[in-house]
Every structure is written in structure tokens, then in C-alpha cells.
């Protein structure tokens, strides 16, 4: 009976440990801007020709694409973890490798059959297996490209945003410009290089290779500073303008939306300037300000237009809206500390 208590005991213990994975939290929520942004406006192009259950499907497909890899990523890097003192149990380290890879293999696997019950060309199946190919190459040995400079940030790059994007806009066989551009400015914004120099010291203290550490803090920090931001500040604007021109019954409602960032942005570069609000090399105020606006100002009318124009969409608008206000939430100590400055300031 006690033996019994125990195995129950462990099995409840493996369960809320499995729950607690962070790969559910990235894959619902990491991804919010650029799939969900992809799917409204492809929605919105191809005239609703597709299902809502095919949608879901593919949407659902690329959820579990996104855990797979990340859980796969934490196999490979428990003793990588542990030396950089990185949170062990949302990255399964009180799981076994048994359990790990048997997520590993069930997500993969749902991922497909999703794939193949949302339907499509043979095109969209094998970008579907080169996604998966490259996330088992990126963190797994001997390959392991992770740990093989510019190779980890090729690698990265193509796994976080391209060949997800890929995937939607072949289920809706489109293949205008934006099927090329839509991935290039989603990098541009949201950069896997600047995740790394995020990283740099956490890296190199674990021996982790990956193209920011071996350029170094110095030079990683002025490449984002003096490159990536404002070109993904330029990126976010040119996500408004195609909406503003593919929308058009709506184009007054982006247009709207590009006038309050544009105000935005020159505020918050004022603020800082002025040394008013904290200012992070790698985040500065105008872009943390254009993250959170693009959500806000271009995703979320985005989402809103579609579900008027189709009820079918809401519960991918509902899915939707449960990521943006988690997204929304991780920026809710920086827009405090940033009114408390700038209140401070008007007090003097």
C-alpha cells in the first residue's frame, strides 16, 4: 500500500513538473506576434477560403513545433544549465531523460498528424520535416550546431519565426512578397541575435559558443544598439503600412495606429535623452514602447477586423488575446518604473 503511495505520489509530482515546463509558456505565448499576425492577415488576403478547423490545426501544429524544440533544447542542456544557474525545473531537470524524450516524440508526432489533417502541398509538408531536421540538428550531438558560432545564430533564426511563418503561409498557398517578408522583418523585430547578447555572459560562463559570445559583449551590445533596434523599430512601422494597404475598408485604423507610434517613439527618445527613463543598450524606451504598440495598435485592431469579418475566428482570437496578455504582463515593471520617472520628474 505504501508502495503504492509512493508511485501515485511520484506520478502526481512528474505530472506538475510537466505542466511546469517553460516549452508551454514559450509556445503559447513567445510566439504571439508574428503566427497570430500571420494567420489574421492571410485570413483577411485569401478571402476565409480555408476552414476554422484547418486553422486551428495548423495554428495547433506549430504550437507543438515550438515545445518540441525547446524541450528538446533543455535535454541537451542540463549541464549547460546548471552551470550558468539557470531555473532546473521549468526546464525538466527533476524529469527523466525518459519522460523528456518521450515529450519529445508525442509532440513531434501531433504536430504532424496536424499537419496532415489541415491539409496541403507537398511543399508545405517538407518545409514541416525541414523545421523538425534543423531543431534536432541545432541542439543535438554530435551536430549541435548551438554550440558552432555562426551556425548556432543561422540555426536559431530559422527555427524561431521563418519556417513557422513558412508553415502558415503555405497552408494558406499564398505566395505574394509577404511570404518572403514576413519572416525577414519578424527577425528584424524580435532578433534571435539580440536574445544572445541577452545571454552572452550567461553563455560563456557555461561554454556555450553562440556567435554573440564569440564576438564578444562590447561589439554584440553596439550591433544591437546601433543596428538591430532601429532597424526593427523600421521593421514594426513597415508591419503597419502592409496592414494600412492589404486592409483597406480598415486602412484608416492602421493609419491611426502608425500616427500614435510614430508619437510615441519620438516621446519615449525624448524621455531618454533627457536621461528621464532608464535606458537598457538593449532595450531601449522606443523599442520597448514599439513591442508592446505593435501588439497593441496593429495585432490586436489585426485580430479584432478578422473576428467581424468571420465570428468563426474567435477562438483563435481567444487564444490570441491569452497570449497578448501574458506579453503584455512582462512589461508591466518597465511602463511602472518608466511613469514613476517620469512623474518624479514633473514633481521637481
Known amino acids: 500500500m505504501k508502495v503504492m503511495e ?19 509558456t514559450m509556445a503559447l505565448v513567445g510566439p504571439v506576434a508574428i503566427w497570430y499576425f500571420s494567420i489574421f492577415y492571410l485570413s483577411i488576403v485569401t478571402g476565409f477560403r480555408f476552414s476554422i478547423y484547418s486553422v486551428l490545426e495548423i495554428l495547433f501544429s506549430v504550437i507543438l513545433y515550438e515545445a518540441n524544440i525547446v524541450i528538446l533544447d533543455d535535454i541537451f542542456d542540463r549541464e549547460v544549465d546548471k552551470a550558468a544557474q539557470k531555473p532546473g525545473r521549468v526546464r525538466g531537470h527533476n524529469l527523466s531523460l525518459g519522460v523528456m524524450f518521450s515529450l519529445v516524440i508525442i509532440t513531434a508526432a501531433t504536430s504532424g498528424l496536424l499537419v496532415l ?7 508545405l509538408y517538407a518545409t514541416w520535416v ?23 545564430l543561422v540555426c536559431n533564426v530559422l527555427l524561431e519565426r521563418p519556417f513557422p ?12 512578397p509577404e511570404l518572403i517578408l514576413f519572416p525577414i522583418l519578424s527577425e528584424l ?45 523600421t521593421s514594426i512601422f513597415a508591419f503597419a503600412v502592409i496592414s494600412a494597404l492589404a486592409m483597406r ?6 493609419l491611426v495606429s502608425i500616427a500614435l507610434m510614430l508619437v510615441g517613439t519620438i516621446v519615449a527618445t525624448l524621455l531618454e ?8 543598450p538593449l532595450d531601449p524606451p522606443y523599442s520597448m514602447f514599439l513591442n508592446i504598440a505593435f501588439l497593441v495598435l496593429v495585432l490586436l ?13 474567435i477562438p483563435v482570437f481567444l487564444l490570441f488575446a491569452l497570449a497578448l496578455v501574458q506579453n503584455l504582463r512582462e512589461y508591466k515593471p518597465a511602463i511602472r518604473k518608466a511613469l514613476r520617472l517620469v512623474s518624479r520628474e514633473r514633481n521637481r
Not at 509512493?6 to 508551454?24: Q, T
Not at 525541414?130 to 548556432?152: D, H
Not at 511563418?165 to 505574394?176: A, R, S, T
Not at 475598408?249 to 492602421?254: E, K, L, P, Q
Open 273 to 280: 535623452r533627457r536621461s528621464i527613463v532608464y535606458s537598457d
Open 6 to 24: 509512493e508511485n501515485g505520489l511520484s506520478s502526481f509530482r512528474n505530472l506538475s513538473d510537466i505542466f511546469r515546463l517553460r516549452a508551454w
Open 130 to 152: 525541414l523545421a523538425y531536421v534543423t531543431g534536432v540538428s541545432y541542439s543535438t550531438p554530435p551536430i549541435r550546431l548551438k554550440n558552432r558560432g555562426i551556425w548556432s
Open 165 to 176: 511563418v513558412l508553415i502558415i503561409c503555405l497552408f494558406f498557398q499564398y505566395y505574394g
Open 117 to 123: 489533417l489541415a491539409g496541403g502541398t507537398w511543399m
Open 189 to 233: 523585430v524580435w532578433s534571435v541575435f539580440k536574445h544572445q547578447v541577452h545571454d552572452v555572459e550567461s553563455d560563456a560562463k557555461a561554454g556555450v559558443t553562440t556567435y554573440a559570445v564569440k564576438l564578444g559583449r562590447d561589439l554584440s551590445y553596439k550591433i544591437v544598439k546601433f543596428g538591430i533596434n532601429p532597424i526593427g523599430a
Open 301 to 313: 485592431p489585426l485580430g479584432l477586423i478578422v473576428v467581424i469579418e468571420n465570428l468563426a475566428y
Open 249 to 254: 475598408g480598415y486602412s484608416t485604423v492602421f
